[in-house]
């Protein structure tokens, strides 16, 4: 079975450019999370989408951060414009539906340096 | 608010020795607990959780840990450390039937000495 897809694996970028993140999440995977982890700290929940509809994005700073998962399959993250503390890994997570028991398999991530 | 201390930052073993990595939570009720692992340049893997039940918790590649409810801690143990452990140590906590939720600590990098 193949697991969670990220894309690219690295990416630098200058401060206020825009960059963006790809997610391909296991088959049969209702739910995609997308989570960034701060070098030093864990991973914070950005947005959860259950198929193609937001769940939870109540931690995702919406003045320069969009989600979406359109088809209900993969998802793209973006940032636009980027500041330098945007600096972290970003996880994406899927699982097969939400709640009790229901472990979440993680990708590998996206290591994005903003300078 | 739910919140997850790990209060080691970096600990470092000898292979064969025994390892326990330490976490504490603040919740009001018993929570949902995780460990994962996170080798470099991976995702996390998921060694194993505590819902209810036997307080004493068997994982994968010979973990476990150890509920205590007196003590608000889930430590995560393993009897003889191989080199591959190395790896950062992730606990998790999330509110009973709402595991979308997890709220992560700092993690634990574990070195490990030949």
């Known amino acids: 079975e193949a697991g969670v897809a990220q894309s690219p694996r690295y990416k630098i970028i200058e401060k206020r450019q825009s960059v963006a993140f790809w997610c391909n999440p296991i088959?049969?995977?209702?739910?995609l999370y997308w989570y960034q982890q701060i070098l030093g700290q864990g991973p914070k929940l950005l947005i959860q989408?259950?198929?193609?509809?937001?769940?939870?994005d109540s931690q995702l700073p919406k003045d320069r951060f969009s989600a979406e998962r359109l088809k209900g399959v993969d998802s793209t993250l973006k940032i636009q414009p980027a500041k330098l503390e945007d600096s972290a890994v970003y996880l994406c997570?899927?699982?097969?539906?939400?709640?009790?028991?229901?472990?979440?398999?993680f990708g590998p991530g996206t290591r994005l340096t903003v300078l | 608010a739910q919140s997850v201390t790990q209060p080691d930052i970096h600990i470092t073993v000898s292979e064969g020795a025994s390892l326990e990595l330490r976490c504490n939570y603040s919740?009001?009720?018993?929570?949902?607990l995780f460990w994962y692992v996170q080798s470099p340049g991976q995702g996390l893997q998921l060694l194993l959780k505590y819902f209810s039940g036997d307080t004493l918790v068997q994982g994968i590649k010979g973990f476990e840990a150890e509920f205590k409810r007196s003590q608000s801690s889930f430590n995560l143990r393993k009897p003889s450390v191989h080199w591959s452990d190395a790896a950062e140590y992730f606990c998790a906590v999330a509110r009973p039937y709402n595991t979308d939720k997890l709220i992560f600590g700092t993690g634990t990098r574990l070195q490990v000495f030949p």
């Open positions: 088959s049969g995977h209702a739910t």
């Open positions: 997570a899927s699982t097969i539906t939400p709640g009790a028991g229901n472990e979440q398999f």
């Open positions: 989408f259950q198929n193609n509809g937001v769940v939870d």
């Open positions: 919740y009001g009720a018993t929570p949902y």
